[in-house]
């Protein structure tokens, strides 16, 4: 056998035994009653298996993309009465024959359906399956695949629209563009290696330069966007912090809109941290609420909280700093706010209780905003210092965002390898290092769409999406 043919073989026989023919079967509405269920099949089988079950109509005579009407009978048993989407191949969601069979959305119904699939030769979907054979049917590279999931589990107009972009081909298909370039480059480069006596130059290395510069600026711009991308797909965190009976709290409430955390005028109320989480114009914020800081306590339990709340100044995204404007001097304001800020710089300064302002309020040394937790004033104007904190004017701007911490690190590693090419061009270095560089970069690029992976790597990133998808 030619050598061409044993590797055809072996593909084949390494497709098989992993189950890549088999055709596969998995409910793809989420667990529980629900008006209907739907039950996906996809693969070569698809067809005849749904046929033994479905009587009244041959399906494979049937145009793509149509509804059918009828019953589901195992035998004599009638399943339910359901409607069979049909799509062929290759214009379906997997690239494959696929169908859906609507039924009744009970959860013992959509089980039953789903026995007689397999008991008529269907296989378990693996979670993320479906989406899986898309990838390796080519209706969709790795990056738009892992969108897919982003879109399923999007909770914000914001998240929704990244993934959506990401999903329609966003940033993979520039990059992937690039990288064909790049190869072309690579290739000439490797060229002039075979013809090295002859001291000759296939690959111009002006352009070659100007290459490197436009994909150093695309992958510049994508990893500068992947801290929103971070604020977008999992929040930004937000600690409350200030002294004893500031108003933590009640500024927790007004803005949540719901009486949270216990109020009172007893300094040292809340002991532990509070979590809760609300949405402004999109991005999500996690407020959390602290035990008012103040530096020697009898109290060990309150204690506690103290040095919870000095934890969350270093890790929070932004704290905001909330005091009494008539139980503060400027200088010691000045004094306290210069020691969070030594922890951690993204700080907003809130001034409470102006409702009861006797006296004058505190020259605006830190550009603080001027509240009233109780009788909710100002609280607009923080809630929009805190999304512009965030970068989220930058959010609705058509710019595509890396969500994705995989692709970040792909292009970190693309950033690094184009330094290399630099010096190596810089250098004068010699074809065949420039090229292992080239390649490394290759590599990168090829790790962000899936042209370049291992099987194990994509079973793990589809192992993270749900069944059914
Ligand atoms: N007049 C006025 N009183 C307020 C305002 N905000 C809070 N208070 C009052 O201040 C007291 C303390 O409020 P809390 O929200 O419990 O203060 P805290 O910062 O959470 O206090 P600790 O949990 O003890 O650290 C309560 O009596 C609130 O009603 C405000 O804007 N105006
Ligand atoms: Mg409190």
Redesign the pocket.
Known sequence: MPTSNIATYLCEMHHRLSGWNDTIAAIATPPGIGAIGVLRISGDQAFPIVQRLFSSKKLNEQAANTLHVGYLKEGEDILDEVVVSLFKKPASYTGEDTIEISCHGSPYVQQQVLDALIRNGARMAKPGEFTQRAFLNKKLDLAQAESVADLIASNTKASQNAAMKNMRGGFSKVLAELREELIKFSSLIELELDFSEEDVEFADREKFSLLIDKIDKTVNKLLESFKLGNVIKNGVSVAIV?K???????LLNTLLNENRAI???I????RDTIEEVINIDGILFRLI?T??IREHSQDVIENMGVVKSKQKIKEADIVLYLYDVNEMTADELREIVESIQQENSNTVIVA??T??LNGEIQPDIFSSIAI????KSGVDELKKRLFRMAGGEDVNVENIVVTNSRHYAALQEISKSLNDIRSAIANNISGDLLSIDINCCLHFLGEISGEVTNEDRLDYIFSKFCIGK
């Open positions: 200030g004893p009976n500031a108003g933590k709290s009640t109020v009172s005028d300094a040292g109320t809340t609420d035990a008012g409470n209780k409702d009861m009233s937790a109780k009788e």
